[in-house]
C-alpha cells in the first residue's frame, strides 16, 4: 500500500532552517509528480512546492521563494524540503502528497514545524 511518511519538523527560531523528509513507499516514486502542503492552525491547507519525477521542474508558492528548496532523491524513494530563513508565519503542520492520475490523493501524517523565539 502506498505510504507517505513525513520526518524532520521541529522548533526552530526565526531566521533558522529545517530540512524536511518524506519517505515514500507502495509506489513507483520515480514516475510520481510530488508536493509539499502545509496547514496552518484555522487556516486552509496550502501548496507550497512540488517537483517533477526527475526533478527538473520545480514550483514555488510566492510566500516561500527564495527560502525553500524542493529536491528528491529517487534512489532513496525520499523528497525533501530544505526550509531556510524560517518566520513565524511559516508556522504549520507540513505534509508530503502524491496525486495520482487516477485522481487519487495520497498524504502523510504531517510533521509540526513551530518557528518562534
Known amino acids: 500500500q502506498v505510504q507517505l511518511v513525513e520526518s524532520g519538523g521541529g522548533l526552530v527560531q526565526p531566521g533558522g532552517s529545517l530540512r524536511l523528509s518524506c519517505a515514500a513507499s507502495g509506489f513507483t516514486f520515480s514516475n510520481q509528480f510530488m508536493r509539499w502542503y502545509r496547514q496552518a492552525p484555522g487556516k486552509e491547507r496550502e501548496s507550497v512546492a512540488h517537483?517533477?519525477?526527475?526533478?527538473?521542474?520545480?514550483n514555488y508558492a510566492d510566500s516561500v521563494k527564495g527560502r525553500f528548496t524542493i529536491s528528491r532523491d529517487n534512489a532513496k524513494n525520499t523528497m525533501y524540503l530544505q526550509m531556510n530563513s524560517l518566520k513565524p508565519e511559516d508556522t504549520a503542520v507540513y505534509y508530503c502528497n502524491a496525486h495520482f492520475i487516477t485522481g487519487t490523493d495520497y498524504w502523510g501524517q504531517g510533521t509540526q514545524v513551530t518557528v518562534s523565539s
Open positions: 517537483i517533477s519525477p526527475a526533478g527538473s521542474i520545480r
